[in-house]
């Protein structure tokens, strides 16, 4: 497969390889022409999105159209804008959870079968 919809309620898909313009692609039992080529790891629209609708990805809205984008056409930064305001402040905040310690008293065995093999225990 060289694209993915990610969830059930995306309109747009993900290139997991350079498609080339004119590439057919089948999602949904429907067929969408690219209309431009699309790189590796970036979006399509499967369905027309209005200039101002949501750009639907993971099953949420990730932004917003810049312009009318037909089905098939490439999204990004071009053509879209992110649903987060430019006044807010964010910051990476990762929650480490404390994970319960291993007990010290764990071995492993590690030894070579007869026929050169290797066995772990």
């Keep these: 497969m060289q694209y993915i919809k990610i969830h059930a309620l995306d309109n747009v898909a993900v290139a997991l390889a350079d498609l080339a313009e004119g590439t057919e692609v089948s999602v949904d039992n429907q067929t969408v022409t690219l209309r ?3 790189a590796r790891g970036h979006k399509f629209a499967l369905t027309d999105i209005a200039k101002g609708a ?3 990805k993971y099953g949420l809205p990730i932004g917003y159209a810049l312009a009318d984008i037909a089905a098939g056409e490439h999204v990004h930064a071009h053509n879209t804008r992110t649903n987060l ?3 807010d402040q964010y910051r990476y905040q990762p929650d480490f959870q ?3 310690a291993q ?3 764990r071995e492993v065995q590690i030894y070579r079968r007869a026929n050169g093999d ?3 225990r």
Aim: charged content about 20%.
């Design 54 to 56: 949501n750009v639907i």
């Design 118 to 120: 290797v066995g772990v």
């Design 36 to 38: 431009q080529d699309v």
């Design 85 to 87: 305001s430019d006044l």
């Design 103 to 105: 007990a010290a008293d």
């Design 98 to 100: 404390d994970l319960p």
